[in-house]
T-cell receptor, first 111, second 111 residues
Framework: GEDVEQSLFLSVREGDSSVINCTYT??????LYWYKQEPGAGLQLLTY?????DMKQDQRLTVLLNKKDKHLSLRIADTQTGDSAIYFC???????????FGSGTRLLVRP | DGGITQSPKYLFRKEGQNVTLSCEQN?????MYWYRQDPGQGLRLIYY???????QKGDIAEGYSVSREKKESFPLTVTSAQKNPTAFYLC??????????FGPGTRLTVT
């Protein structure tokens, strides 16, 4: 079956690292994505990882994938107040255009 | 400036009326999608189209209709048959890659 789960809320202090976690059930997922949504706005693609990779780094963002446990995480280094948003994890298969989204993690960055 | 535009940003309708949401892209993308987002939830796929003059139902197509007469445009009609139409509607598109890019969304309120 297809299911993507995320914790609902995370609060961190400005300057600390944030780690947002996601679990998925479909072992045939090909790509896993992280999107950011600010209030009242659309989704912004932050990064993605191909399923045969363990890690991907892009400036302050690090994505870790544990395929055995079907666990994906997004680490944001030196978190800023502008990082406060909802973060969505999503998965897709190469044979399908369909994205399956988690319900989102609301990140609050305290000054 | 390339991108996806959705209009209007806010839309208000009376119950029983059909309403059409606009989605236009100038990215030359083949595939386009409509998602619905409810508070505290992830995105759910309504309809998608991989090519002009062709579209498929997503997970929650009941009460909605679409057309794809031009590559750039994928309008969504919310019909009076949709039982709970109040939501945030997001349009997305995909080009030759696998990444989906999103428009800014339309918030529909039906009273």
């Amino acid at each position: 079956g297809e299911d993507v789960e995320q914790s609902l809320f995370l609060s961190v202090r400005e300057g600390d690292s944030s780690v947002i976690n996601c679990t998925y059930t479909d072992s045939s997922s090909t790509y896993l994505y992280w999107y950011k949504q600010e209030p009242g706005a659309g989704l912004q693609l932050l990064t993605y990882i191909f399923s045969n990779m363990d890690m991907k780094q892009d400036q302050r963002l690090t994505v870790l994938l544990n395929k055995k446990d079907k666990h994906l995480s997004l680490r944001i280094a030196d978190t800023q107040t502008g990082d406060s948003a909802i973060y969505f994890c999503a998965e897709s298969k190469e044979s399908s255009y369909k994205l399956i989204f988690g319900s989102g993690t609301r990140l609050l960055v305290r000054p | 400036d390339g991108g996806i535009t959705q209009s209007p940003k806010y839309l208000f309708r009376k119950e029983g009326q059909n309403v059409t949401l606009s989605c236009e892209q100038n990215l030359n993308h083949d595939a386009m999608y409509w998602y619905r987002q409810d508070p505290g939830q992830g995105l759910r796929l309504i309809y998608y189209s991989q090519i002009v003059n062709d579209f498929q139902k997503g997970d929650i197509a009941e009460g909605y209709s679409v057309s794809r007469e031009k590559k750039e445009s994928f309008p969504l009609t919310v019909t009076s048959a949709q039982k709970n139409p109040t939501a945030f509607y997001l349009c997305a598109s995909t080009g030759s890659g696998h990444e989906q890019y999103f428009g800014p969304g339309t918030r529909l309120t039906v009273t």
